[in-house]
């Protein structure tokens, strides 16, 4: 495989679109060489489980969060589930951290969203600090440690991970979101990534890596740091029935992932100059009107943050990633049948190879 750009493998959230050929295509994705495999969590499975159940069928393949919700563990829960996946599955895991929005936060967690930014700088600190196997202390404001004035102590993770340090990725959309993501991470996760709006993620990264000294000698801060986009994959000669699939997970994230007043991706299709759809496919979406909130998703936005088509079309689609900077893809293959699925993660790899 090409050292331009790797690939992972997204099985998004269990029980929900991909299911009982998850495994398959895992070990699928392994056997071509794929550097690891994604799953998510919202408020339905959760990763460190699936992340397990994937972890014990497969051998070499990466195992990453993408992404455990901050508001839904506390920092030493997170270091303690991430330290034990990694020790059990031979030293392959990666930690993807996000603090989801503000409804899923406060309506499902019961967390506040407020300060989202100071909270995930405090939260991956702890983190840090507790692989690290080093004693935890936090003078808070979120997550003092140990709680002040009580009979809490100090303590040390007693299982040793595998990994010297366990890579952490942070999900983030918004330019200061995306410059903390360079300042604390090793690697940023990304969803509804173009190749015409990834070099302004990047610029925001970069930002952020320079705040936490990288490219002090004059070297682009984003070397050795990975940016991973997530990006939903078809290997199909019917284009028209992909397209739609994927204007139907699109307008699910611009339309109906946040309020009217609080939607981190309807921002972004904004900002990539898709306001007017944007207001569109978010009005008929809370109006409950989710079919016609898919076809008001423009042609363009699909092909932007899609790889689907002939296998020709989707090469070409790689390429666009690698020359915009993007050092990992992750195709969530979107299918309908189980074959269909397994072809595209094959095909991908092919591809890949080919660049």
Known sequence: MTEAIRLGLNLGYAG??????????????????????????????????????????????GLGSAVMQIPGRSPAMTAMTAATLDMLSGG????????SGPQVSEGWHGMPFRS????????????????????????GPHYPLPLPGGPGKALRLTVRPVQPRIPIYLAAVGPRNLELVGELADGWHGILVSP?????????LRAGRRLAGFGADGSDPLTGFDTVASVQAAITDDLDSARARVAAYVALYVGGMGSREQNFYNDLARRMGFGEAATRIQDLYLEGRARDAAAAVPVELV??????GPAERVAAGL???????????????????PDERARTVRTMASLVDSL
């Open 116 to 139: 989202p930014l100071a909270r995930t700088r405090e939260y991956v600190g702890i983190v840090r600090t507790a692989l690290a196997r080093e004693t935890v202390t936090s003078p």
């Open 303 to 308: 092909d932007e943050v899609s790889l689907i």
């Open 16 to 61: 929900v679109g991909l299911g009982g050929d998850a495994v398959a295509l895992a070990r699928a994705a392994e056997e071509c060489g794929y550097a690891m495999v994604w799953v998510a969590e919202a408020y339905g499975s959760d990763a460190p489980t699936v992340l397990s159940w994937i972890g014990a069928q497969t051998s070499t393949i």
């Open 196 to 204: 015409s709006n990834a070099p302004d993620s990047l610029d925001h």
């Open 92 to 99: 392959r895991m990666l930690l993807g951290l996000g603090v």
């Open 319 to 337: 390429r666009r990633f690698a020359g915009a900077g993007i050092t990992t893809v992750a195709i969530q293959p979107i299918g309908l049948r």
